[in-house]
């Protein structure tokens, strides 16, 4: 079992990147994914989350209307797209599938948004 993000980086106030959450191993298209971030001294939150077919998802409220999660079950990959990013988003962002009562985690990817 095996999820992988990439995408992450440093990017000026009020820019976008999108991160990417590659998953091998499991069955993927019946996991819900989430994304969580956590920051320097601060406990890890849920950004957003995707049903297992897409049809559901929901948001923090810190990041509605900026951030977009999705998901293509061909490919086995989650993304999240973020834009109008803002220093407070700097963090560590995690990928998360879900099942019942089985869960798997990436091992993260950093996003610093500083000017």
Known sequence: VQLVESGGGLVQPGGSLRLSCAASGFTFNIYGMSWYRQAPGNKRELVASIASNGAYTDY???VKG???????????M????????????????????????????GQGTQVTVSS
């Open 78 to 105: 989650a993304y999240l797209e973020m834009i109008s990013l803002k220093p407070e988003d700097t963090a560590v962002y995690y990928c998360k599938a879900y099942h019942l009562s089985s869960s798997h985690w």
């Open 60 to 62: 923090a409220d810190s």
């Open 66 to 76: 900026r951030f977009t999660i999705s998901r293509d079950n061909a490919k086995e």
